[in-house]
């Protein structure tokens, strides 16, 4: 690796440090803090994007799913092909999209809004249709991508998935969920062994 590689990694981290660190910002908002008491109190939690986004949101629901909030990641190109009947009024879908107007997300969007389900959006274009049909946004705070393209879902990834882990922290006490109530759906691998021995 020459000396530019080594340089380009280095930005790339320092890039990214900065980008999480602005997640407590985000997570002092009044709307982070809406967030949470609508993923506290829906009945099922749908997340959904696509790419490096949708890898963030997939992650998202399994984390619920580990606190024992309902929750499932739907692909877009599954949603517009009938998955979208997994939600229903009253429930919840996260999205996220830094620019808010992802193509494949539009549809989803319609029929979330007509299904009367409550949209958590994770994104920084406040002027975009997914931000405009939310009933939450949680904004993404990116100056800049960590590579040299500024292009890659660098930053904005690790800014998605730490807004995400705040977000599951805050639940864990807000639902009381206990290591005893992790221990009986996690009885695999070190961890299950840890909360059950």
């Known amino acids: 690796m020459d000396k530019t ?50 890898c963030a949101a997939k992650k998202f629901a399994h984390s619920l799913c580990c606190i024992e909030r309902g929750a499932m990641f739907m692909p877009p190109s599954e949603a517009v092909h009938g998955g979208l009947g997994g939600i229903k009024g009253g429930d919840a879908m996260v999205m996220v999209s830094r620019g808010g107007k992802t193509v494949e997300l539009l549809p989803i969007i319609d029929v979330c809004v007509k299904k009367g389900a409550k949209i958590i959006a994770v994104t920084e274009n406040y002027d975009s249709p997914l931000a405009r049909a939310a009933d939450v946004i949680l904004p993404l705070k990116i100056d800049t991508e960590g590579d040299s393209l500024n292009a890659m879902a660098t930053a904005s990834y690790v800014q998605t998935i730490g807004i995400f882990d705040a977000l599951l922290c805050a639940l864990i006490e807000v639902t009381g969920f206990t290591a005893s109530m992790f221990g009986l759906i996690h009885p695999g691998g070190a961890v299950g062994e840890r909360l059950n021995s």
Do not use: H, K, N, W
């Open 5 to 54: 590689a080594l340089e380009a990694a280095l930005r790339c981290v320092e890039v990214e440090t900065e980008a999480l660190s602005r997640v407590a910002e985000i997570v002092r908002l009044p709307e982070f803090r809406q967030a949470v008491d609508i993923l506290a109190s829906v009945p099922r939690i749908m997340t959904c994007a696509s790419g490096s986004s949708g």
